[in-house]
């Protein structure tokens, strides 16, 4: 079983894939040189991109975390107001300081043709003392919402303990449940490696982290890196949004949703610090949609915050287990519809809809993003993805909204869809993931 905590982690922008996984790597590499007493005999690290890693990795800071990773840091604590600072400096000397006081020459590979059996995502540390001889050398795989392979298989947050309730996938889930909530399913599994308190606190902060993000995301104005040009349009629709609403409007609700996620993925984008939910790039839906419970579903407090959050991860759980949350796997029907099909069930649960009702919701926001590419133009997570993180926000609370209306019952199970989306990812063409070689990446004009 995956931890929900391993799906709801704390990072950097622009992306788990490309960003987080890779820092994580680069930390874990140098530990493990630390771990064997080699590490002040490196005098060289070459660093090897591959696939999807190398096509939009300049794009999406791949280059920039994996140097940071070496330096010792992690996604979870890196001073993101100095982080591009630091690169820089790495870049203009070609020499990183690893953890110790050591230093360095480093180089990287961008093997934009080359892609490894495992996974699309891949990379490949070497490191090498003063005489060319290779201390090290480890290749991982970055499997989408900042999970990381090795050749050991390691994923993380992985801890000891056998979780009571285990499910592969919705109908296990669903008997599991029977007429209690989800959230109860995986409670249970959690507090066999954290004390309920410890899970509701951990909890509560990721949602401290997602209105902390949004609340940046609504008040920095200015142009989005990458070279774009890109402008922020969080703060001035916050403003407007403040002077303007208009209580009589029916779809005023939708304009803060879309405000929430636009706020969250333009954090993203500039490199900011985000929850993966359950990556970077999808990072907008669930706390806009949990904005929404907040702002609109009457009773929505701390412990519904939670219920929302457990309830959200089963349905990660189960997509990542039986296809993919990877936009350069399956494309981004993998990445937003997957956080698409998480908030509506989360909300369901939120507005009293029974363990069918949820799984019903899941089914038809995910059902409504199959066959997604993941086409960022100039590599960027900027476009199409900040305004679709908006749009699968909106289909999420229709989803919700649908199914609470109905009995839960469907004629296509979730299982189905999320099986579906598996096929279509592998059918699809490597262009149209995550890549920046189809779709809009390649139709933008360009000057």
């Known amino acids: 079983m995956i931890s929900t905590f391993a799906l709801f982690s704390i990072g950097i922008g622009p ?15 140098v530990r493990g040189l630390d771990k064997r007493g080699v590490l002040a005999e490196v005098a060289a690290i070459r660093i090897e991109l591959y696939g999807s890693l190398a096509a939009t990795g300049i794009g999406h800071g791949t280059d920039k975390a994996v140097l940071l990773g070496l330096a010792g840091e992690e996604p979870e604590t890196v001073d993101v107001t100095s982080a591009d600072h630091r690169f820089r400096q790495f870049a203009a000397e070609r020499r990183i300081r690893l953890p110790g006081s050591y230093a360095a020459a ?4 961008f093997h934009q043709d080359r892609t490894l059996p495992a996974h699309p995502n891949a990379l490949t540390l070497s490191a090498f003392d003063s005489k060319g001889s290779v201390l090290d050398s480890q290749t991982y795989y970055s499997i989408g919402g900042g999970f990381l392979l090795d050749d050991a298989s390691q994923t993380p947050d992985h801890r000891p303990g056998v979780p009571p309730c285990q499910f592969t996938n919705a109908e296990q889930l669903l008997a599991l ?3 209690g909530p989800i959230s109860d399913v995986m409670l249970a599994n959690e507090t066999v490696w954290r004390s309920e308190s410890e899970v509701r ?18 008040g920095n104005e200015g142009i989005l890196p990458g070279g774009l040009n890109v402008p922020r349009r969080a703060p001035a629709l ?4 403040q002077k303007h609403t208009d209580p009589a409007d029916p779809l005023t609700a939708m304009d803060w949703v879309a405000l929430y996620a636009l706020a969250v993925n333009e954090e993203n984008a500039a490199g900011g610090r985000v929850v993966t939910a359950p990556t970077n790039g999808a990072a907008g839906i669930i706390p806009a949609v949990l904005h929404y ?9 701390d412990d519904s915050t939670v219920r929302f959050l457990l309830t959200a991860a089963a349905i990660g759980i189960i997509v990542k287990r039986n296809a993919s949350i990877s936009g350069a796997e399956v494309g981004c029907q993998g990445e937003v519809g997957t956080a698409a099909a998480m908030a509506a069930a989360g909300l369901t649960e939120l507005m009293g809809g029974t363990p069918a009702q949820a799984e019903t919701a899941a089914e038809i926001a995910l ?3 199959l066959g997604m590419t993941c086409d960022p133009v100039a590599g960027l997570v900027q476009i199409p993805c900040i305004e679709r993180n908006a749009i699968a926000s909106a289909k999420a609370i229709t989803a919700a909204r649908l199914a609470i209306h109905g009995d839960g019952r469907h004629l296509i199970p979730l299982d189905s869809v999320i099986s579906t989306m598996r096929e279509t990812g592998a059918d699809m063409s490597t262009k149209y993931k ?5 779709g809009l990446a390649l139709n933008f004009p360009q000057c």
């Open 15 to 29: 992306s788990s894939s490309h960003t987080v996984a890779p820092m994580r790597a680069g930390r874990r590499f």
């Open 106 to 109: 480093f180089d990287i590979s």
């Open 177 to 179: 449940a029977g007429e």
């Open 201 to 218: 606190d951990r909890l509560l902060h990721i949602w401290k982290v997602m209105r902390d993000c949004v609340r940046r995301g609504c």
């Open 238 to 241: 916050y403003n407007r949004l």
């Open 293 to 301: 419970c907040h702002q609109f579903v009457p009773g929505t407090d």
């Open 367 to 369: 059902e409504h993003h």
């Open 434 to 438: 995550e890549t920046a070689r189809g």
